[in-house]
């Protein structure tokens, strides 16, 4: 498994420990099952997958978001097996002590 | 002998439709309609009808087999060897296992509609972690329907609303009278449209069963349905001066003005589309409260409304110039036009329920056809924008939107989102859709199916024989490892030339696949797990009728779950515990636990926990009783067999409810061409970006241009049965004797003056040959074709000794087909599916 901080090695009082897990066809370009992310006491899921398309850079970042920097409609993200459409979208927060964030990339329904 | 009857669902299509099976001693004896399901409302087809010679098949598989031949091909013996489920599944654990660190290398044709498995299948893909999963059938149908649908009108599929249209044509379909979804229901409802008045116009190469309903049949030359639909824009907007102005002003982007460069003129602080209000004479942003009629012609000095431009560019379509390409004679195209344009009763009104709505009783249909062309997308798309113009979008009398919204049990209604525009359709269940608009930011490809270069794509496998050639040519660093596929039979009808189907299915070192028998993909398996009949099975979801393709228009909305018939064979297994149980052994059933969650929308106390092991019945039954209350478990549905809602007008009708824009402008394709021209010229690529245009343009099929050069005489069509469904359908001994006993079935359909010209006779055996395939078939010669057209129906051409009664009989259409680049749609991902053909002695 990664690990990844964010700036400088942070107090362990000041920052939330993240248990990224992806799913789905983003396991394509990231090339890992899980991630261990450092965070600022704070911050959001919005926070969390700007510095995971800062990490990965471009495909993620792109079949992340729309051009216009919205999430794309076939991401699907889990905090702590809460979707974040419940709770507030990408602006919810990352509290708990042990965060579980599942981003997910669903592959289309097509028929036909 | 007692006798029982047993409520279940139809499985022999994608339909679903309500069924009553006959029961004596634990053997099915009979099926019937079942009368008081919404869906069929007592009727049945033929395919339904022959459902038991597929439960009672001797060529069934009952035991999963492994192949010990290692070498494959399209002919080659697998020396099949029965092996316990247990060794089954060790071995397709053990090989997914291996690609764990690397789960893109997983390949899932998740395609069998009928039941289950595909959500399921959906759900394990997800939780494995590859994007490699197809829940598409057709090289052709369904790739430019639902995109389109999806931001054009809110729901999955289009039906003309049969209850109030006055006049219908259909383009490349036999919508009602041979095929499409909720075929049962909606044959009823045109038989009575018709016997009410509706004019029905076929628009077809072939005169065929809907051609043989119509009111006027017109052949037209494939592959040129842009030209038609762009020549009736003309004649609609520019010589008659006939659109819905209230419509287009106030709910599509029609107003919206578009600078020198073909994008919108944004206002510089919001970014938003910039209309001109003639009331006031001002520029304002497209959702300025203040707006009061916004102008779509003229200019202002910030740019010209897309409609002006819309009308300057038809203009070049006059019904002259489109006689040439189309062969539709400008006196026809224009009296259709002028019918259409009457019939759709501009500005008119009617009342339902109370509520005032929009009567536009006219509309075009179109399915398979249009779509399956080089230019798919532009085939299709003003096809689409002749009923926006009227205004005839989900509103009575108009064309409605299969699936695009609900109140019960869950709410669900399309939604706006970029530049006002409708975005977000409509969908039961929370899963992405296909749609084209915003699309995607294209990239430089990780998958082998090149999603990232088809930006506004929906569907993506025509191209995995491709890369498989030459993955190092897409900048890949590797190729599938490992294939799961349902019991379609992909191999035939998913592709198109052999030659290349059978080095693409080669150069996957492992394949497992369920089968009910033996079909041509499954030659191809190193292990066979077998599938139950749908007579053997519960499914939540019974066909697609009521998720995504059920009646539109106030017909009820219905739930049916089905159950077996008959005890599950002995050495047989459900489905759904298969694939969980493949979960488990690559330690993925906790995340696919989580993925079922959200598919099917359980919560607790119905939502599967983790840990937990679950039977297929379980997991049906808690669905069951999450959506539709704690009294409708599966015993309930075992016992009552469907649930239905009434729908109310807003469900029924979403046009006049819906708070967002259509588009008649496609300002996004411009942008994504401009991505893509990026990308593609890093990696070196040839691509044709012709199609990347907001408005549309025909263009020919290679087809065109070469019979037009005299290299080859005919363009060869596929047309549908409406007694033949999948590539396994005429297995059934019943329908393979409706086949043989209707002579256009099996035959080869051309037109008798043509034929006799060339001194060719009904019934003779002649060669049939295109560019990458030659075949001897049997002339059926017919008016009822035009005269540059070779019809070929059917799935048939089998070969696989699991299936002795379809063995040798009919063509197989798509094997026919060049696989390449070239005859792919650049938009779409559809495979041509007119072929350049000649026929001789
Ligand atoms: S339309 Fe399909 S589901 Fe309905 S009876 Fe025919 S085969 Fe069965």
Redesign the pocket.
């Not at chain 2, 139809?10 to 299509?13: I, P, Q, V």
């Given at each position: 498994m990664a690990n990844l901080t964010f700036k400088e090695p942070m107090q362990q009082a000041n920052t939330v420990r993240v248990r990224v897990r992806f799913m789905g066809d983003l396991r394509a370009v990231v090339e890992s099952r899980d991630l261990n992310v450092s965070l600022p006491q704070g911050s959001s899921v919005g926070d969390l997958l700007g510095a995971l398309a800062g990490r990965y850079g471009d495909p993620f970042a792109k079949w992340l978001f729309t051009e216009s920097g919205e999430l794309h409609h076939y991401i699907l993200i889990f905090v702590n097996g809460e979707n974040i459409q419940d709770t507030g979208g990408v602006s919810t927060g990352l509290a708990g002590q042990e965060d579980q964030v599942e981003v997910i990339m669903l592959p289309m329904f097509e028929g036909g | 002998m007692a006798t029982e009857w047993i409520q279940t669902s139809?499985?022999?299509?994608y339909?679903?439709?309500g069924?009553r099976v006959q029961m004596e001693d634990g053997i099915a004896l009979g099926i019937e309609?079942d009368p008081n399901h919404p869906q069929?409302r007592g009727n049945?087809?033929a395919?339904?009808k022959a459902?038991l010679m597929n439960l009672y098949n001797p060529y069934r598989v009952k035991a999963p087999l492994k192949r010990t031949n290692p070498e494959k091909g399209l002919h080659v013996d697998p020396g099949w060897q029965e092996i316990s489920w247990a060794e089954a599944l060790d071995t397709v654990g053990s090989k997914l296992q291996a690609i764990r660190d690397n789960p893109k290398q997983l390949y899932i044709q998740g395609w069998e509609i009928t039941g289950d498995s595909h959500l399921w299948l959906h759900a394990f893909a997800s939780a494995f972690g590859t994007p490699h999963y197809s829940s598409n059938g057709s090289p052709t149908c369904g790739k430019v329907i639902h995109p389109v649908e999806f931001f054009a009108a809110g729901g999955f599929h289009q039906q003309p609303d049969l209850h109030y249209c006055n006049y219908c044509i259909l383009v490349g379909t036999q919508f009602a009278i041979a095929a499409r979804a909720s075929?049962?229901h909606i044959l009823r409802d045109m038989a009575d449209a018709r016997a009410r008045g509706m004019k029905l116009v076929v628009v077809d190469p072939i005169g065929g069963f809907a051609g043989s309903k119509a009111d006027q049949w017109v052949p037209i030359r494939p592959g040129t349905d842009t030209a038609f639909a762009l020549s009736m824009l003309h004649v609609l907007l520019n010589e008659l001066g006939i659109y819905d102005a209230e419509f287009l002003k106030h709910k599509s982007n029609a107003p919206y003005l578009v600078g020198p460069k073909g994008l919108y003129a944004r206002d510089p602080a919001s970014g938003k589309p910039m209309v001109f209000d003639a009331a006031d004479q001002k520029t304002k942003v497209y959702d300025d409260p203040t707006l009061k009629d916004p102008a779509i012609i003229g200019a202002s000095e910030a740019g010209r409304p897309s409609f002006e431009l819309l009308k300057e560019h038809v203009a070049k379509y006059s019904p002259e110039k489109t006689e040439e390409i189309t062969t539709i004679p400008a006196a026809t195209l224009r009296q259709i036009a002028k019918e259409f344009g009457a019939a759709a009763s501009i500005g008119a009104t009617t009342v339902i329920d109370g509520v005032e709505l929009p009567y536009r009783p006219a509309c075009v249909d179109w399915a398979k056809g249009p779509q399956g062309h080089k230019h798919g997308f532009h085939q299709c798309w003003p096809l689409k924008l002749l009923n926006i113009v009227m205004g005839a979008v989900s509103v009575p009398g108009g064309i409605l939107s299969t699936g695009a919204a609900g109140k019960k049990p869950f709410q669900w209604f399309p939604e706006g989102g970029t530049d006002g525009l409708l975005e977000k359709g409509g969908n039961i269940l929370p899963l992405p859709h296909p749609k084209a608009f915003p699309g995607r930011t294209p990239t430089k490809p990780v998958r082998n199916d090149l999603a990232e270069i088809f930006p506004l794509a929906p569907h993506f496998h025509t191209l995995l024989p491709l890369t498989a050639e030459d993955h190092e040519r897409y900048g890949l660093d590797y190729g599938l490892e490992v294939m799961l596929h349902t019991p379609t039979n992909s191999l035939l009808g998913s592709f198109g030339d052999l030659k290349v189907v059978e080095r693409f299915y080669r150069s996957i070192p492992f394949i497992a696949g369920f089968a009910v028998e033996i079909n041509e993909t499954n030659l191809f398996d190193d292990i066979i797990l077998p599938f139950p009949s749908y007579l053997e099975r519960f499914d939540f979801n019974a066909?697609t009728s009521s998720r995504q393709l059920g009646p539109c228009g106030q017909d009820d909305w219905f739930w049916q779950v089905r159950q077996p018939v008959v005890e599950l064979a002995p050495g047989l297994r459900h489905p759904q515990e298969v694939i969980m149980e493949l979960a488990r052994r690559v330690g993925i059933l906790d995340d696919f636990y989580r993925l079922i969650n959200h598919t099917f929308r359980l919560k607790e106390p119905y939502a599967l926990q983790p840990g937990r092991r679950y039977g297929a019945t379980e997991v049906i039954d808690r669905t069951a009783r999450c959506w539709f209350g704690e009294e409708h478990d599966l015993k309930w549905f075992q016992e009552h067999g469907v649930i239905r809602y009434e729908k109310d007008v807003e469900e029924a009708y979403i046009g006049p409810f819906l708070q967002a824009r259509l588009p008649i402008y496609l300002e996004h394709f411009l942008q994504r061409g401009a991505e893509l021209k990026e990308v593609i010229g890093q990696m070196g690529l040839d691509w044709d970006f012709s199609d990347y245009t907001p408005l549309s343009e025909w263009l020919p099929c290679p087809s065109y241009d070469a019979v037009k050069k005299g290299e080859y005489e005919f363009i060869a069509v596929h047309y549908k049965l409406p007694y033949v469904?999948g590539s396994f359908g005429n297995d059934n001994p019943l329908i393979n004797e409706l086949c043989e006993r209707n002579p256009y079935a099996y035959g080869v359909l051309v037109n008798a003056d043509v034929a006799k010209a060339k001194g060719f006779a009904d019934g003779e055996e002649v060669w049939l040959e295109s560019p990458v395939r030659k075949v001897k078939v049997k002339l059926k010669l017919t008016q009822c074709i035009h005269p540059e057209v070779v019809g070929i129906a059917g799935h048939f051409g089998h070969w696989s000794p699991g299936m002795p009664i379809a063995r040798g009989k009919g063509v197989n259409f798509n094997s026919l087909l060049p696989t390449d680049l070239e005859h792919i749609d650049k938009i779409s991902t559809a495979l041509d599916h007119c072929v350049e053909v000649r026929l001789y002695k």
């Open positions: - | 139809c499985g022999m299509c339909v679903g439709c069924v309609g069929n049945m087809c395919k339904g459902g075929f049962n066909g469904y």
